[in-house]
């Protein structure tokens, strides 16, 4: 049997000039990363009032919800509800807004997108150097175990109530969450500028320095190293990509991406290789990344033009790209290898 795993860390490549590391005056910039959420977490600040130590209240802020929501931290509390040893749980603020937004989500995508995936998570093991390809009955196994309905949360109380067999993955949203909280601590320090990339998972606070927009590399899914196809212009906004590149592997010639079906149990097939969503807050980019990918590319389209505030970037397994209406005003095409098309009417 042949196989080969691969995991791409970063997934947009961030174009900025003038960038050197922890520079502490005026409106230069100071940055610093470090390994946190299974990847590079890397956080640039801007003006007189960013300082060194911010960075450790900052990676502080995300370990700190990666503590509670992880669900490889045994002492998570994701993982308490994942031993299926209770059915009721009083949740910490950040774990309960996860999950509610993360509810929110399956919801609006009747079941496409579902936070009680888990178990056809762990099943294929995408990502690990256990990923393989499951028997047929081992995924039906799986598959009946997820339906986000079998949560009930109370808002008054922060409880959660679970029945049957439930077992939760936030990974689907969770960075995003974290990249939101991460920006409301940068401004109740005052700074005005900055760009946060939690692997990709990119938030900016701000303009740059200068007035300027920040220009953003968008990921080539075709490319595991990073390289973009094009860039988009934009102000304080989050961009968040789902793609075929991120997490998989190859056995017997054939690739196995990390976008799972709950209704399958096989990853998604369709005629999308990426999809990248630009949005006031990271935490919906994150959610609507991969519920739009589920969708394809006809129905996403559709779905997002509904949407307010958003807008995305679909690229198809045969390179072509399609821009809803916000973004053909931000979106520069640099790899003559895609085209740019648009809906016949």
Not at 5 to 25: A, W
Not at 128 to 151: C, F, G, H, L
Request: charge should be negative; glycine fraction near 8%.
């Amino acid at each position: 049997m042949n196989r080969r795993i691969f995991l791409l860390v970063i997934s947009l490549s961030i174009i900025f000039t003038g960038c050197s590391n922890n520079i502490n005056q005026h409106n230069e910039k100071i940055s610093d990363e470090t390994f946190l959420l299974g990847t590079i977490v890397k956080v640039t600040l801007y003006g007189k009032n960013a300082d060194e130590d911010n960075f450790k209240d900052i990676f502080n802020i995300i370990s700190d919800i990666e503590n509670k929501v992880s669900r490889n931290i045994s002492t998570s509390e994701i993982s308490k509800i994942n031993s299926n040893e209770i059915q009721e749980i009083k949740l910490s603020d950040d774990t309960f807004n996860i999950i509610k937004k993360g509810l929110y989500y399956s919801n609006l995508s009747e079941g496409r997108f579902d936070i009680t995936i888990a178990p056809l998570v762990s099943l294929w093991g995408i990502g690990t150097e256990d990923a393989r390809v499951p028997e047929e009955q081992e995924i039906k196994e799986a598959v009946n175990k997820i339906d986000y309905k079998n949560i009930y949360l109370e808002d008054d109380k922060m409880n959660m109530h679970i029945k049957n067999d439930v077992q939760i993955d936030l990974g689907g949203i969770a960075k995003g969450y974290v990249a939101d909280k991460v920006a409301e601590y940068i401004k109740q320090k005052h700074i005005d500028h900055a760009l946060i990339n939690l692997g990709g998972n990119i938030l900016t606070v701000g303009h740059k320095p200068n007035g300027e927009s920040w220009k953003i590399g968008v990921q080539n899914p075709f490319n595991a190293r990073g390289k973009e196809l094009g860039v988009a212009t934009i102000g304080e906004k989050s961009i968040v990509t789902s793609g075929i590149y991120e997490r998989y592997f190859e056995e017997d010639g054939k690739r196995y991406h990390h976008i799972l079906n709950p209704f399958t149990g096989y990853p998604i097939e369709n005629d999308l290789a990426g999809v990248t969503i630009i949005s006031d807050y990271s935490v919906d980019g994150d959610g609507l990344s991969t519920v739009v990918f589920s969708m394809g590319l006809e129905e996403g389209y559709k779905f997002v033009e509904n949407l307010e505030n958003v807008d995305a970037i679909f690229v198809t397994d045969e390179k072509d790209i399609y821009l809803t209406d916000g973004t053909e005003k931000i979106f520069n095409l640099t790899d003559y290898d895609f085209k740019v098309k648009k809906f016949s009417n």
